[in-house]
């Protein structure tokens, strides 16, 4: 049963657009959010977070916003750009244990 | 600094062959896992070590086994590789404790064939 769940496979924007990737979970006891970038033949690269203590974090042109009654949160890229085309991947731990667990990922294609 | 080094980065195997994963982490970090990439299903959780002398089962251990050899290592072993074990391996560590990001090797591909 995944517990993180990225209902959308891919998304494109064109360059200079917003960027929108929403993620959703299950587990309450989800207390930490992370966004994670991918390219091709590379580890996951860390992006941006969010402790559920917040509802938003902002970093340059990363944004996430959370919204723990839904349990739901979404990573916001303004303005996108052809660089950002990667798959992102969102990802939850909690404090009561120490794994972390992923979602499927959504692939952003930015288009120039 | 090399942060989290997996070895090796491809493999081929026979079905039912056995082969060890190699991680190893100089960052000093107690928590250390691994993950399975697959088409359609992200990266999911095999095992997990929270810190040196403990590990524990992840979303998807079956057919595997680990060993955290010291507070840098961290193998994955599969002793009887199937076709379904097919994947891209990923190999990551973090500071323990929830609120703290985990830092990813370059990955190993792996094919049984």
């Known amino acids: 049963d995944q517990q993180v769940k990225q209902n959308s496979p891919s998304l494109s924007v064109q360059e200079g657009r917003i960027s929108i990737l929403n993620c959703d979970y299950t587990?309450?006891?989800?207390?930490?959010f992370l966004w994670y970038k991918k390219y091709p033949a590379e580890g996951p690269t860390f992006l941006i977070s969010i402790s559920s203590i917040k509802d938003k974090n902002e970093d340059g042109r990363f944004t996430v916003f959370l919204n723990k009654s839904a349990k739901h949160l979404s990573l916001h890229i303004v303005p996108s750009q052809p660089g950002d085309s990667a798959v992102y991947f969102c990802a939850a731990s909690g404090d009561n244990n120490n794994d972390m667990r992923f979602g499927a990922g959504t692939r952003l294609t930015v288009k120039p | 600094n090399a942060g989290v080094t997996q070895t090796p980065k491809f493999q081929v195997l026979k079905t039912g062959q056995s082969m060890t994963l190699q991680c190893a982490q100089d960052?000093?970090?107690?928590?250390m896992y691994w993950y399975r990439q697959d088409p359609g299903m992200g990266l999911r959780l095999i095992y997990y070590s929270a810190s040196e002398g403990t590990t524990d089962k992840g979303e998807v251990p079956n057919g595997y086994n680990v060993s955290r050899l010291n507070k840098r290592e961290f193998s994955l072993r599969l002793e009887s590789a199937a076709p379904s074990q097919t994947s891209v391996y990923f190999c990551?560590?973090?500071?323990?404790?929830?609120?703290?990001?985990?830092?990813f090797g370059q990955g190993t591909r792996l094919t049984v064939v």
């Open positions: 587990n309450s006891m989800f207390d930490y």
């Open positions: 990551a560590s973090r500071v323990q404790g929830a609120f703290t990001e985990a830092f």
């Open positions: 960052m000093n970090h107690n928590s």
